[in-house]
């Protein structure tokens, strides 16, 4: 039994020893939330940092953690907003409210609040 357990943990100290590969994801596209250290698409001009001299050693030190380098902003803004009619009756239009629990949620609350429109 002992022999076993040994052959084991010989067994994952060998799994464990194994090199890390990193994996290079490219996309096409933006990312839809913001980055805190995004790299600027090549080609295009950067704008200029607007970091004070203060706070230049703490970006440094927080930038060069290989852990925060996927970090994304919380509540960044977002690429999302299509500024056509029908998007807008898709997605938040009286229909769709009908067709969802929280939406018919949503209409009741309007409608208990008075509101002259319950949606778009």
């Known amino acids: 039994m002992f022999a076993l357990n040994a052959v084991r943990r010989v067994a994952m100290g060998v799994v464990r020893a194994a090199p890390i590969q990193s994996r290079t994801l490219l996309t096409m596209t933006t990312p839809l939330r913001p980055s805190v250290f995004g ?23 927080i930038s060069a953690s290989p852990v925060l380098q996927s970090l994304q902003i919380r509540c ?27 939406g018919r949620a949503t209409l009741k609350r309007r409608q208990l609040k008075g509101r002259k429109f319950l949606s778009h």
Not at 41 to 59: E, F, K, R
Not at 81 to 101: A, E, I, W
């Open 39 to 61: 790299v600027a698409p090549a080609g295009l001009p950067t704008a200029p940092s607007t970091v004070t001299g203060i706070t230049d050693p703490l970006m440094a030190k």
């Open 76 to 102: 960044g803004p977002r690429d999302t907003f299509d500024p056509s009619h029908r998007v807008r009756k898709r997605r938040s239009g009286f229909l769709s409210r009908v067709k969802s629990r929280s």
